[in-house]
Nanobody, 124 residues
Framework: QVQLAESGGGSVQTGGSLRLSCTLSGPTTYRRAWFRQAPGKEREGVAFIYLDNSAKYYSDSVKGRFTISQSNAAMLYLEMNMMKTEDTAKYYC????????????????????WGQGTQVTVAS
């Protein structure tokens, strides 16, 4: 049973930074991602990474500001810099058994396992 748990959410001012963490347990998963969902909006893919770091993908809205990384199979991170009010959302880490490609990584239907989410609020 794959389990994921996010931490590190909170409130920050515009232009500030936050680092989210995700702890993964159970069988090793090779495809991991961060998603977010703002009130009244669809859940959207933010960033994706393979366990072997062979590929990373970012949504256009966060490219150059957010960085996805991992320290080992059990820890996934999202470093968020130059934050904007539109980054306010609940952030989720997710894992997939595949297949994940450059064209589908952002689609939530390809992920079987999800954390409970952590709230991030960016104030102007």
């Amino acid at each position: 049973q794959v389990q994921l748990a996010e931490s590190g959410g909170g409130s920050v001012q515009t232009g500030g930074s936050l680092r989210l963490s995700c702890t993964l347990s159970g069988p090793t998963t090779y495809r991991r991602a961060w998603f977010r969902q703002a009130p009244g909006k669809e859940r959207e893919g933010v960033a994706f990474i393979y366990l072997d770091n062979s590929a990373k993908y970012y949504s256009d809205s966060v490219k150059g500001r957010f960085t996805i990384s991992q320290s080992n199979a059990a820890m996934l991170y999202l470093e968020m810099n130059m934050m904007k009010t539109e980054d306010t959302a609940k952030y989720y880490c997710a894992a997939s058994s595949g297949p994940i490609t450059r064209d589908n990584w952002h689609d939530r239907q390809h992920y079987e396992w999800w954390g409970q989410g952590t709230q991030v609020t960016v104030a102007s």
